[in-house]
């Protein structure tokens, strides 16, 4: 007798599969630095946004604050971010990349795009337009919940 996996539990195997390839695919490329995801993902947003205040740092990570904090205090430590205070209001902490923090975030990219592009030779006839519609189909699905 063969199993029946509901629409729902298949949708939530889909999930889980898409979670798990992406967080072990990170963190394969990213140990290759020798830096966490983390670190390697808010490097790469600073590049692409050069400065932000930590609670928005927090917020477009989808981090605790605490956990933002630690993750830019090692990258401060390292010498690949500068912190500033806002000059009219001194609560307010920005956070900003370095010459060497660019230069490190710029090699981040470089090398994941050149991943990414080998990683899509092995997808031969694999149409990415109709998978990244699907996908963009679920998170439409999940928001108006």
């Known amino acids: 007798m063969e199993d029946f996996i509901s629409k729902e539990e298949e949708f939530e195997n889909v999930m889980k599969i898409v979670k798990k390839l992406m967080r072990n695919f990170k963190k394969a490329q990213y ?18 946004v050069e400065k932000l205040n930590m609670n928005d740092v927090s917020d477009r990570m989808d981090l605790n604050r605490s956990t933002a904090t630690k993750i830019m205090y090692a990258l401060l430590k390292e010498g690949y971010i500068i912190k500033e205070r806002d000059k009219k209001d001194g609560r307010v902490l920005y956070v900003y990349l370095t010459d060497k923090g660019k230069a490190l975030a710029k090699e981040f990219k470089d090398q994941m795009k050149d991943y990414y592009a080998k990683v899509m030779e092995n997808l031969s006839g694999f149409n990415l337009k109709e998978a990244a519609d699907s996908i963009m189909k679920i998170e439409q699905a999940v928001e108006s919940v």
């Open 31 to 48: 140990q290759k630095f020798g830096y966490t995801n983390l670190q390697v993902e808010s490097m790469i947003l600073l590049l692409e």
